[in-house]
């Protein structure tokens, strides 16, 4: 109907624009008119007439239950993960023994150097009583969040017992190392604020600055240039400096690195540009300083000069949990607005006494401290030539990082080269070592490697067997 209608009024103004564009001009009304301006006339007509019509919409019809059948047997719904490729596939080596210098995997004994176990406490008697001790008298677990009858005495110990041995006025210990820091970040830092952070943080730091919903802002790993420059770039842009919380996010010792952070230099930056320091001493407590205090200590900085440090339990002090360490307020502030702490089970009693009893070691036996930076210097200075490798991490670490000299140009190849030298130290010279596998979540872009924790409790000929195994093997795989 629609194209019967469009000829017609193609046949009307072919023959009004051969009347009308004739010599004569017409008279409507006694007023001549050309003949163009009908055409015109008509041709608005015609458009105006299109646009205010109804368009033709075919009645509904509802589906028959066998069209409905058949559009349910061809629909495929999207699946829940993604599908397992070949390369998405790992079985890690399986310990079946304590995670000490020595232990046991697929039956065979192999050195230990992919625990970070720095302290050597794994199965110290002393800690493995107070875990008995604990047992006996609390039982396994605590059944409650820490604000609803989950808190136990040896908890409030461990916390002042934590304070006291840092210098801070107190202290709040998590159940789970790892959600410590991605708790404590939230707990302070809200959208708007803003966050300057190394972009060599690991994933649970990562964790925490997505979960704040601040505005982050990386520097470059470890670089005090990099940091003075975001810090004062942010400076400039804020409106209002005075009304926007903003915070310094760093690691005492970086554990996609093994590098140190310059914490004197980063606290004169704070101070010039006026932020606070998150400081992460997941690392770096119990190692650093002539007392195993932390990056503080290491670098003379007084402590209250760190607005908020957290630190995992778990690897110096060889038990569980985490714990945040400041002023009165910051730990108060914890107790109601973060979420690892309000709603998560509190820390068995055993872990926190097996706590208290690790730091009461490291008072009493500070050589072990002088132990560990042997042991690191020596499995340092062996390492320094090892072929097609090169050394990333402090010489103060006790992660002992070791990147590729020349990447093979993808990450895919630059870990199933890595993982080759660790499957051949594993299989032929029974040394345990770990390659830095990140997940997608993991945004770090340092360069990925092969990390050795060290420990106080390796013997010398330990850390002679992984040099020579490291040497040999890098050899003939990256050749």
Known sequence: MALAMVNVT???????????????????????????????????????????????????????????????????????????TEDMTYE???????????????????????????????GNEK????????????GVGSCGPRGFYGTIDVHLDCEQKIAKFLGTPDSILYSYGISTIFS???AFCKKGDIIVADEGVHWAVQNGLYLSRSTVVYFKHNDMKSLENKLEEVTRRSKHPEKVRRYIVVEAIYQ???QIAPLDEIVRLKEKYRFR???????????????????????????????????GMGNALATDGGFCTGSVRVVDHQRLSSSGYVFSASLPPYLASAAIAAVDYLEENPSVLSKLRTNIATL????SDVPGLVLASHILSPIVFLKLKKSTGTGKTDIDLLDSIAKQALEEDSVLIATTKRSSLDKCKLPIGLRLFVSASHSESDLLKAAASLKRVAALVIS
């Not at 001009?25 to 458009?47: C, K, W």
């Open 92 to 122: 890690p080596p399986t310990l079946e023994s304590a995670a000490g210098p020595h232990a046991i995997v697929n039956g065979k004994e192999v050195v230990n150097f992919a625990s970070a176990n720095y302290l050597g406490l794994v």
């Open 184 to 186: 404590v970040i939230p």
């Open 256 to 258: 996609n690195s093994g």
């Open 10 to 84: 193609a046949s009307v103004l072919d023959w009004a624009s051969s009347y009308f564009d004739a010599p004569t001009r017409a008279v409507v009304f006694g007023v001549p008119i050309d003949g163009h301006l009908v055409v015109e006339a008509l041709l608005v007509v015609v458009i105006l007439f299109q646009l205010t019509r109804k368009s033709y919409k075919p009645p509904k019809k509802p589906l028959t239950e066998k069209e409905i059948d058949e559009l349910c047997d061809d629909w495929v719904p999207e699946p829940l993960t993604p599908q397992i």
């Open 277 to 311: 320091i998150i400081l992460d001493e997941s690392h770096s407590f119990g190692v650093l300083g002539n007392s195993g205090r932390g990056l503080a200590d290491h670098c003379g900085v007084p402590i209250e000069k760190i607005d908020i440090i957290t630190a």
């Open 380 to 383: 340092f200075n062996e390492l």
């Open 127 to 138: 800690i493995t009583d107070s875990c008995v001790g604990a047992l006996e008298k609390y």
